[in-house]
C-alpha cells in the first residue's frame, strides 16, 4: 500500500510501497479515510530535537487518524468491523507516526483499546482532526483550564489549536478574549463567539480574568498573560514555539498566578470534542488536500500559509 515516510530530519518524505498490516491479539486495522496535518509533523522534520521521538526509522508519520475498522484480532469484542473510529494518539501505547505507522497511508494497526467511536453524522476530516487538534485543544481549556460558565477567558493565538479552544469556551458558556497578531483571522474571533480582540497580550493588563490559555507559547506571551489575571487566577501553556518563559516574580507572587502545563489529551477529551464537532457547535477552518499533496501541504504549514487546520482525505 501507498504510505509516505519519513527517513531523516531536513530530508523530504520518500514515497514508498509497504506491506499490508495485520491485527494481532487485541488489535484492529482501520482503512484510514482522513488524517491531520500538523505542526508536530513539520517539527518532526525539520527540528532535530524530535528524532529522538521517532522510533524505529524509517516511520511512515501523520498522527492523525480516522476511518473503518477493517479487520479485528483474537479477543477484540468491543470494537467492531465497519466501525467508524479515530484513533487516540496518547493513550499510552505509543503514538502513531512516533512509535508505529502513522497515517500518511491507506491501513493502520493499533490496539483496539486506542480507539474512539465516532458518533453519527461527523466526517472523517473533522474525525481525524479531532483525534489531536481537537483533543489537544479542549484537554488544555477544559481539563486542565476547568473553564466552566461565567468565567473570563483569554485565548492566545486563534491557529488550528486556538480557534477550538475558543470555541469550546464559548460553548461552555464563557466569556471569550483573543489575543492574536494575524489581524486577517480577528473576524475568524467573531465568529467563533469572542467578546474582543486585541494584537498584544500586554492589552489585557489587569483586566481580572480567571483563566488564559496560551495556544501559541512565545514566552512572553504566557510571562504578559499573568499581567492579566485576577487574583489566584490560572494560565494554561500549551503552545511551544519558545522553549522559556521569562516570568516576573513579583506577579507571580502578588496575584498567586497558577501556571500549568497541558499537552495531549485522553479518549474522553476525544469522544467529548467528537460530540461538539457532529453537532457543529464546534466548526473550525479546515482545508482537505489528497494523499498525493501531503509533502506540499506540510510546507505550506511550515511556511504559515495555512489558516485552520490541514487534512489529508485518503479515501471517500
Known sequence: MKAWQFTATHQPLVRVDIPEPVAGPGEVVIDIHAAGLCHSDVGAMTDEAWIDYINPKPMVIGHEIAGVVSAVGEGVSDVRIGDRVGVCPSNGHGAPGYARNGGFTEKHVCLADDVVLMPEGLSFGLAALGTDAGMTSYHAMVTRGEAKAGMKVGVIGLGGLGQIGARVAVVRGCEVHVAEVNEAVWPMAREIGATSVVKDVLEW?????????DYAGYGTTTANAI???????RVVLVGMARMEIPLQTMDMIHKQAEIRGS???TKKDIAEV???????EVAPAVTAIGFDDIPA????????????RLVAIIRS
Open 274 to 280: 467528537y460530540e461538539l464537532l457532529a453537532s457543529g
Open 227 to 233: 499581567k492579566a489575571l485576577r487574583k489566584q487566577g
Open 205 to 213: 493588563k489587569d483586566q481580572g480574568f480567571d483563566l488564559i490559555v
Open 297 to 308: 501541504g506540510l510546507e505550506d504549514l511550515q511556511h504559515h500559509r495555512m489558516t485552520g
Open 263 to 265: 499537552s495531549g489529551g
